[in-house]
């Protein structure tokens, strides 16, 4: 960053404006985060660089003597977009649910979802998970629910979903803790996000979705103890034989398949491990697992790390299978 030209005195006019300008500020916000500079159109200043300007006054508190020049980088540039997301942020549950009719917000959020899932900084995807939290908090109970159901229509990935029903299943412990009257995270509202999470698909993948199916488990095995049968706010128990159908009878069937499986593989990674150590120490190299993912050839893995991923598969899947026994068992008490 270099120091230009000393300011006329205007500085507290310019940071007058840009406070008011709130929404542009949000608009170059969504542009630093997505690393883009598309300008507003012929004599517009574009709202990538009234970002910029904007950072530099509300969160850097850059000098009122000078202007400064910007140097842009991908990583700074995703830093800067949510430094001043949290500056132009206003207090949490402020905003109504209707100012999600703007897809602008929704799509704040979709955004800070990629950088979480796919930026390679660890310091910007844990502090774009807070941002993201933070941006939910923004609005009022009915905007929460509203935002959280579109996340998980569009978010795939099975570890921020797991994440994201987990701060849904504390929003409906909040809601019964306030007595279960008038909340969209209780009754018929609720039940869009419950088809959501409690289904197993044909082709599902039980250790890719892992964290989903686990997050899911735990938020039914919660809504079973916490909300009676004899109240039913959540809805749960009128779908108990529902949930059986769509939801824990395939994921036993599918546990059993994977499982097995598991075993299979284990068992030949057991006997090639056995085969290299009885193998001669002057013979042919050990046996190396090639693994392709997307069309490139990953480093070889050999029977020995091979191994040691099953069994930790298997274990992952004995974790799924013993709370899914626990929610059998509860909800055999509303067949009964």
Known sequence: MVRGQSCD?????????????????RVGAF???????????EG???????????YLLLVDHMEQSYLPMVIRSESRVMLKGLAL???VLVPAHSLNSTV???????DTAELLCRVIVNCPHKTLRERSM??????????DTPGTHKLYKSLCHSVKHSGLLGLLIFHIK??????LRGGGVGSPFLGHSLVPLLDMMFVVRDDEDLLTDSDRIMGALNFLRFLLIRDKPGSNHTTVWSQASSLVGRFTDPLRRALYATKMHAREEIAKAEQS??????????????PVLTVEVSGEVLPGVSPKDELQALHAALQRLDMIECVLVRVEELLETAAK
């Open 9 to 25: 005195g205007s500085h507290e006019l310019l940071l007058f404006v840009l406070k008011h300008q709130v929404v542009r500020c």
């Open 31 to 41: 542009q630093l985060l997505q690393g883009e500079g598309l300008g507003d159109g």
């Open 44 to 54: 517009s200043p574009p709202a990538l660089g009234v970002a910029f300007f904007a």
């Open 85 to 87: 997301l949290t500056a």
């Open 100 to 106: 999600l009719d703007d897809p602008q917000y929704v």
């Open 130 to 139: 807070k941002m993201l939290l933070d941006f939910i908090n923004l609005f």
């Open 170 to 175: 504390n929003e409906v412990d909040a809601a």
């Open 273 to 286: 491990l056995m085969m290299m150590k009885s193998a001669p120490q002057d013979g042919d190299p050990a």
